[in-house]
């Protein structure tokens, strides 16, 4: 049974975020080449300031994404994450794309739930067709699953959504109505986490850090 999202309020324990931190930590340090010349040090530090990122992290591990570091922007300063689980994250498949085709579901006695509102409760956006080809480059992903793109407005308005597997050792990014939903089709998340705010040791008194 799909776990619910605690979406009222966006903040871990302390003992959630030491655990948190140690898992993103290990990850970071076993896949060096999605993040050649990038030092931990400096993420942990801007992760540690940014309460609600860290939440929206722990979410995304929690549904099985296994968020890992895949960028920084250095115009914004902002660390760019990714789900980087093998397959789609097993917490977010057999969803339709959107609430619209959710809703068509719904109507037929279905409850399959939308990745869309999903991605949204977490605090995280649909991989783009042109993120998930990066993404495809550091390692070979969804050899088994499928995982929803964030959709083109035209071809949605059409009533069509798009997604993406790797097969055949190559990377093939298909179009079903938004309503379908199947129990190997997810949908992975991108996170971007810069400093904004953060909390005094003394008094729990919050800060601007921008």
């Not at 964030?150 to 109505?177: H, Q, Y």
């Not at 129990?183 to 992975?188: A, D, E, I, L, Y």
Request: aromatic share 8%; with cysteine.
């Amino acid at each position: 049974m799909r776990q619910p999202f605690n979406s009222k309020k966006k903040q871990l324990s302390a003992a959630q975020r030491k655990k948190l931190l140690v898992v993103l930590k290990s990850r970071f340090e076993k896949n060096m080449n999605r993040h050649e010349n990038l030092e931990w040090e400096k993420i942990q530090a801007k992760l540690e300031g940014n309460v609600e990122k860290l939440w929206a992290l722990n979410e995304m591990e929690r549904t099985g994404g296994e968020p890992d570091v895949v960028g920084h922007d250095k115009q914004t300063s902002e660390y760019i994450f990714y789900d980087c689980s093998a397959e789609s994250p097993k917490g977010r498949r057999n969803v339709c794309y959107d609430r619209e085709g959710q809703q068509k579901r719904e109507k037929q006695g279905l409850h399959p739930g939308s990745a869309i509102d999903m991605a949204a409760a977490i605090g995280i956006e649909l991989l783009t067709e042109e993120e998930y080809l990066g993404l495809q480059k550091l390692g070979n992903f969804d050899t088994k699953t499928q995982s929803w793109l964030k959709t083109p407005a035209e071809v949605r308005k059409l009533g069509g959504a798009i997604f993406a597997d790797r097969r055949f050792d190559r990377v093939f990014v298909s179009a079903n109505t938004a309503p379908c939903f199947y129990r190997g089709r997810g949908f992975r998340g991108s996170l971007k986490v810069r400093v904004s705010r953060t909390v005094s040791p003394i008094g729990g008194q919050e800060r601007s850090c921008r």
